[in-house]
T-cell receptor, first 109, second 117 residues
Framework: EDKVVQSPLSLVVHEGDTVTLNCSYE??????LLWYKQEKKAPTFLFML????IEKKSGRLSSILDKKELFSILNITATQTGDSAVYLC?????????FGKGITLSVRP | NAGVTQTPKFQVLKTGQSMTLQCAQD?????MSWYRQDPGMGLRLIHY???????DQGEVPNGYNVSRSTTEDFPLRLLSAAPSQTSVYFC????????????????FGPGTRLTVL
């Protein structure tokens, strides 16, 4: 059975802090790892990673995949209150996505 | 482009009733899927389809039926609703790309909040 584990489950930071969100996986026939942001509505896509060691970046967010150690991290620098959300990690394999339980990030002013 | 649309947005059912959640996409995506989301559980896959006429079960298929007669539509049927099916339901679709079918970015609909009394 495919498994995706995210940590921590929740965290609270202050504006301006840098945060690192973790995602580890055990998946057969791994093809991709995806990150989504969810703010009380449908998830919105952030990144898709398929190759180890290649950082993907979008503004203050960045992500990298390690296929040898089976994990990915999502970094958010200079956090803002608008970054408060649930961050979902998912692996793509065998024609489907398997999601972790999500990390709830709260950014205090 | 409307993207992925779902109806209804909210629904309240009594135990034992049946209903169909509608999902449509106008992006000509081959792949469509249904998820349920419960507090603290992430998204769990109910059923998915890799193309018209082809469906398969996900992680939590019991109590749900799907069909895919066209590329655009992927309805989810609750056969006899139970309180355990109270949840938020998301439909999603994706193209077949770098990750392979089903393993690429999925575009989500706005969701249906279902309560079963």
């Amino acid at each position: 059975e495919d498994k995706v584990v995210q940590s921590p489950l929740s965290l609270v930071v202050h504006e301006g802090d840098t945060v690192t969100l973790n995602c580890s996986y055990e998946v057969t026939n791994f093809r991709s790892l995806l990150w989504y942001k969810q703010e009380k509505k449908a998830p919105t896509f952030l990144f898709m990673l398929t190759s180890s060691g290649i950082e993907k970046k979008s503004g203050r967010l960045s992500s990298i995949l390690d296929k040898k150690e089976l994990f990915s991290i999502l970094n958010i620098t200079a956090t803002q209150t608008g970054d408060s959300a649930v961050y979902l990690c998912a692996t793509g394999a065998n024609s489907k996505l398997t999601f972790g339980k999500g990390i709830t990030l709260s950014v205090r002013p | 482009n409307a993207g992925v649309t779902q109806t209804p947005k909210f629904q309240v059912l009594k135990t034992g009733q049946s209903m169909t959640l509608q999902c449509a996409q106008d992006m000509n995506h081959e792949y469509m899927s249904w998820y349920r989301q419960d507090p603290g559980m992430g998204l769990r896959l109910i059923h998915y389809s890799v193309g018209a006429g082809i469906t398969d079960q996900g992680e939590v298929p019991n109590g749900y039926n799907v069909s895919r007669s066209t590329t655009e539509d992927f309805p989810l049927r609750l056969l006899s609703a139970a309180p355990s099916q109270t949840s938020v339901y998301f439909c999603a679709s994706s193209y077949s790309g770098l990750g392979g079918i089903g393993a690429n970015e999925q575009f989500f609909g706005p969701g249906t909040r279902l309560t079963v009394l």
